[in-house]
């Protein structure tokens, strides 16, 4: 048997064949992956507007009042509360602003996409001090 007739290796139609199946999987996992990580961000989002809600809550119960009304929406650093955004440290995905009504009896949260990307229906989330929630959290699937 001539042993210079047995060659090891891969053709080049093999090699495109592999190529195109990572291709494939590739176009299929890279937006599920990304589709993934907005969701995560989004339910921390939803984590910071709760944390936040809670430490009116608090406030509320020690003076019987949410703040001092605010004409707009303001950061939450100039109420002395925090999570002003989310997350809590690091680049912001996720910017939270408080806005107080009704002679400090009541307060909407509001979380607005702050890195610039759109994904839908959770690039603004409210929550509210009657604990309405827009959209509901069920949305951000």
Not at 28 to 40: F, G
Not at 44 to 71: C, H, P, W
Request: hydrophobic share 35%; with cysteine.
């Amino acid at each position: 048997m001539n042993k210079l007739s047995r060659t090891r290796g891969f053709t080049l139609i093999e090699l495109m064949i592999a190529v195109a199946v990572v291709g494939i999987l590739a176009s299929i996992a890279i937006p599920s992956y990304l589709h993934y990580v907005e969701r995560a961000q989004a339910r921390d989002a939803q984590a910071a507007m709760q944390s936040l809600a809670l430490n009116l809550e608090r406030r509320y119960s020690q003076t019987y009042r949410y703040g001092e009304d605010s004409s707009d929406a303001v950061s939450p650093s100039t109420l002395g509360l925090s999570p002003t955004q989310s997350p809590e440290s690091g680049t912001a995905r996720y910017g939270l602003v408080v806005a107080i009504e009704d002679d400090g009896q009541r307060y909407v949260i509001t979380a607005s996409r702050a890195d610039g990307r759109t994904s839908g229906t959770c690039d603004v989330m409210s929550l509210d001090s009657q604990g309405n929630r827009t959209p509901t959290p069920d949305s951000c699937e």
